[in-house]
């Protein structure tokens, strides 16, 4: 059950009760892509760093070990030890972006595994099997993601076969959840809006799905090339459409900055690699912009990342140690900073609901993005 608390302007915050825990949004899900948190964070040690969703992968999962696998572990949770919500993304961004040879037919897509070349036939009911089989919370629709400056043609009959395409899972999905051996027969679907940067395409195609009264709602297809100006400008036109009872979820972003602004044009669920990926590469995030955590400067600095920090890595070592670790190539360095950045994000999530609780979220959004401003711009002049 989704329920609206407030808003401000077109911001949402709300609250999504689940089989498996309450959502409180706008909400950040770290990404466990292979049922793992990369940089060495366990799940126990997730619940330390404010995470409230898991978001893991149908077609990784699906290769390895096997979503059969999982299934006979007990499924995704039990697998990996965590007790919350999980999302599942459907493996369809997966199938267009990893397969360098793929064939698009009304069933489905036939493609070879990124991983050893085995041939694999993935369509709508395939994705929900596989969602069923880890027992994920919720299950995102099986979807083609075009490029966001594709074609218009290519676009429309994407944008149509996608659409029929959630027709089918949403009625697998319901077939799934009626047997005897489902592990989660509570099981929610989120459909994904496309489009490109096509406004009509992307309205028309958020009135259709809009019809079909799914659990939520996912704005696709976007930070795969367009500008931020284009994929916010998608938002402002895009949002009014869906269901504004529903959740609505902006897949694979973003910055700091990019989750502000989105979170002023009514999205609420967000995930990104950002913080995990950054964070393995020695670049965390702060209040005042991001740190290259290599840089000389640090060699000697006897300060956290960021003064303040509750973070477990702020508050037992210094900038001087992590950039040892980092240059040593000790594995160590980069699982602290991935663990500040997960602390970051998630902590901003959570300013970010109280000043929407609070009734002041623009101002609150103003002051986080002119500090991130002020600091990266005191960085590049070198003061």
């Known amino acids: 059950m989704y329920e609206l608390l407030k808003k401000e302007g077109r911001a949402k915050r709300a609250r999504l009760t689940t089989v498996h825990g309450v959502i409180e949004t706008p909400v950040f899900m770290n990404v466990g892509t292979a049922a793992a948190i990369k940089g060495g964070i366990s799940s126990p040690e997730l619940v330390g760093l404010k995470t409230q969703v898991e978001l893991c992968n149908t077609y990784h999962l699906h290769v390895r070990p096997g979503d059969k696998v999982v299934k006979a572990m007990g499924g995704v949770r039990k697998f990996m030890n965590w007790q919350g919500p999980v999302l599942t993304d459907s493996g369809g961004f997966q199938v267009f972006s990893l397969a360098t040879l793929r064939k698009i037919k009304e069933e489905g897509v036939t493609f070879r595994s990124h991983i ?20 994920s919370t919720i299950a995102m629709a099986f979807d083609e993601c075009p490029n966001a400056l594709a074609e218009r043609e290519y676009v429309t009959a994407s944008v149509d076969r996608t659409t029929r395409w959630l027709v089918r899972c949403k009625e697998e999905m319901k077939r799934l959840n009626s047997l005897p051996d489902t592990l989660n ?38 930070a795969v090339g367009e500008t931020h100006e284009q994929m916010y400008h998608v938002l402002d036109e895009v949002v009014p459409y869906l269901p504004d009872n529903k959740p609505t979820y902006l897949m694979g972003v973003g910055t700091p900055q990019n989750i502000l602004e989105s ?9 990104c690699v950002y913080p995990s990926r950054n964070g393995r590469h020695g670049h965390v995030y702060t209040n005042h912009g991001h740190l290259n955590m290599f840089n000389a400067k640090y060699e000697t600095d006897p300060a956290p990342i960021e003064e303040g920090c509750g973070c477990p890595t702020c508050r037992n070592f210094s900038r001087a140690y992590i950039r040892h670790l980092l240059k040593a190539n000790e594995m160590l360095g980069m699982r602290l900073c991935v663990q500040h950045n997960l602390w970051f994000y998630n902590t901003m999530m959570e300013e970010i609901r109280d000043s929407l609780d609070e009734g002041n979220f623009t101002e609150y959004k103003k002051r986080k993005l002119a500090g991130i401003e002020e600091g990266e711009k005191s960085r590049r002049t070198g003061n």
């Open 116 to 135: 050893d070349g085995h041939k694999i036939f993935m369509g709508p009911e395939e994705s929900m099997q596989i969602q069923s089989n880890l027992g």
């Open 185 to 222: 027969p509570h099981q929610m679907l989120f459909g994904i809006n496309q489009g490109a940067i096509y406004d009509d395409i992307r309205i028309r195609h958020a009135k259709e799905i809009a019809e079909l009264d799914l659990d939520g709602y996912a704005v696709g297809g976007l």
């Open 263 to 271: 979170v002023e044009r009514g999205v609420d669920f967000f995930d």
